[in-house]
């Protein structure tokens, strides 16, 4: 049978695949011994939706689980105002919009369209500054490009030789308990 990947876990293997490896490690360990900063704050800011208590309007559906047999991916999405025909995805800071993070969003995109939703608008929404960035809705190229990036995700081989960047393992919410850089994280 398929297997279905996580939208999220793709977030993390562009990032990096060995934190994949480390965030299947230290699942089950003390939230303070794993989480950094900007992890404890994106959970606070997923926790409205998490608990449903977002909204009450009905048009808005919060914390919605999604699939897409096509993709062969599985994940939730934010928030979806049914009268606009807008996806969010809500994140605590944003200063940049990575590639990873808009590969979520198209994911979970492409996971409602497959359901049968309407989506006309795409946006990130930054809650410390309460600013929206509108994103444009993907095209067939773009679900190409997903498409491959799951490939390469599903032909991953773990024995390969890791690059370690350590402009990235100074931001990796692992670093103090990654066994491939002695380097510490900005959080601590
Ligand atoms: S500390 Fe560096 S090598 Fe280790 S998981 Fe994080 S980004 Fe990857």
Redesign the pocket.
Known sequence: MEEYISISTLNDFI?????I??HNVYMGAEEELVHATPQTQGKAAHTAIDEKTYSSRKDEITSLSVYSNELGIIGKIDLYKGKEKLLIERKYQLKTIYQGQLYQLWAQYFCMKEMGYEIEKLAFYAISTNTSYPIAIPTEENKTELRSFILRFKHFDPAQA?Q???N??I?????N?????D?E?VYT
């Open positions: 990032f990096c695949p060995y934190s490896y480390l890791l370690v960047n350590i990235k393992c931001h990796c919410i692992y670093c308990l990654c066994d491939k850089t380097t994280n």
